[in-house]
């Protein structure tokens, strides 16, 4: 893990020099600390729910065809790369209170979708998608060393990748 890590790190280096990657077990990122969480095991509960919120952004400039180029990892981390890179227009308790009374519902997909519907889950995945848009050659690189070091990782783990 510690290989996928160092990629992320180096991808996010490329991006904002002031974002740190650290190892965990979601995705998700932390503002205060400019963190974002990578998961040692990337689960397909949420997965589809956020790739169709992702599929719909890139739907409407017209580059649906990059949903397939780029594997979940990469537009997941780019996700929360818009968390922390775009600028901040949201307060933090609201945000916070939000979640927590949509977390009440469980992993539901209700829930999914109510989460993916905040606006400040729209602003992550907007940011995504354009930056994924405007920088394909430097993405595609970080998505093939990225995807090779997971699937290493998982092969000595014996697991396997389903994304």
């Known amino acids: 893990m510690k290989e996928v890590i160092r990629k992320y790190r180096e991808f996010a280096k490329r991006i904002n020099p002031d974002i740190k990657v650290i190892k965990g077990f979601e995705w998700c990122c932390y503002s205060d600390t400019a963190e974002i969480e990578v998961p040692q095991i990337v689960g397909?509960?949420?997965i589809a729910a956020f790739m169709s919120t992702i599929e719909k952004q890139l739907a409407k400039s017209g580059n649906q065809a990059l949903i397939d180029k780029y594997d979940n990892f990469i537009w997941c981390f780019m996700h929360e790369m818009g968390h922390l890179c775009k600028p901040k227009k949201?307060?933090?308790?609201?945000?916070?209170?939000?979640?927590?009374?949509?977390?009440?519902l469980g992993f539901s997909s209700i829930a999914r979708f109510l989460y993916y519907r905040l606006k400040e889950e729209r602003t992550a995945t907007q940011w995504a998608c354009d930056y994924v848009i405007n920088n394909q050659k430097l993405v595609a690189k970080y998505n093939w060393e990225i995807v090779r070091r997971y699937k290493k990782y998982y092969k000595n783990m014996n697991l396997t990748i389903d994304n």
Not at 91 to 103: E, F, G, M, T, Y
């Open 90 to 104: 949201y307060k933090d308790k609201l945000v916070r209170n939000a979640i927590d009374r949509i977390s009440l």
């Open 44 to 46: 397909d509960n949420s």
